[in-house]
């Protein structure tokens, strides 16, 4: 009950409720709950980070960018999305490119594709048996070459690191701290 009353009174007291130190907290707060958000969603599989290493996409999607796309319901694409895929002679390979036409027979989708930049369609027809697609939501610029490597696998690994060594130092700060004030305060009542 007595270290309860001593947090209490460390977390009320008026050193903390100092703009920077709220600052501070919220910043970092907002920094290690965007890592552990990004780490969730990459792991899931439901997001993914693709790099734009083409410019068959411009203006919207610039080389040495990224592109934040989401797994949705095969059944859910429609003309316009722009959508993740794999060549059917490159299967190695990863584009993305705008979905222009539709077709569904039976329980596959045939879809064709072309770069916004491009002259003219792909030469190709890709045939979707998958439950699920990924379609492009937004880009961000500038940060393409870094999300290769967010996106393999020592990347997502090194990435969840990160937010844990950050929740652990906060938690550390937050109690060397408390531990700190709790010295003061004894060494304040021996005085007396």
């Known amino acids: 009950m007595e270290k309860f009353k001593l947090i209490k009174a460390w977390v009320l007291k008026k050193d903390h409720l100092k703009p920077r130190f709220v600052f501070e907290g919220i910043i970092l707060l907002a920094i290690i709950a965007g890592f552990m958000i990004m780490a969730v969603a990459v792991l899931s599989g439901s997001w993914q980070i693709r790099p734009i290493l083409s410019g068959s996409m411009r203006p919207g999607f610039s080389i040495g960018g990224v592109a934040i796309t989401q797994t949705i319901p095969t059944s859910q694409l429609k003309i316009g999305d722009v959508a993740v895929f794999h060549p059917p002679f490159l299967k190695s390979t990863t584009y993305i490119h705008r979905i222009i036409s539709i077709k569904r027979i039976n329980n596959q989708y045939i879809i064709h594709t072309k770069g916004d930049d491009n002259p003219?369609?792909?030469?190709?027809?890709?045939?979707?048996?998958?439950?699920?697609?990924?379609?492009?939501?937004?880009t961000i610029p500038f940060i393409g070459y870094a999300a290769v490597w967010v996106h393999s696998t020592s990347g997502k690994k090194i990435l969840l690191t990160i937010a844990g060594v950050l929740i652990i130092i906060f938690i550390t700060s937050l109690l060397l701290e408390y531990e700190k004030k709790k010295r003061t305060i004894r060494i304040n009542k021996s005085k007396k």
Do not use: E, G, M, Q
């Open 120 to 138: 003219i369609a792909d030469p190709w027809s890709l045939r979707i048996t998958s439950k699920n697609a990924y379609v492009a939501r937004f």
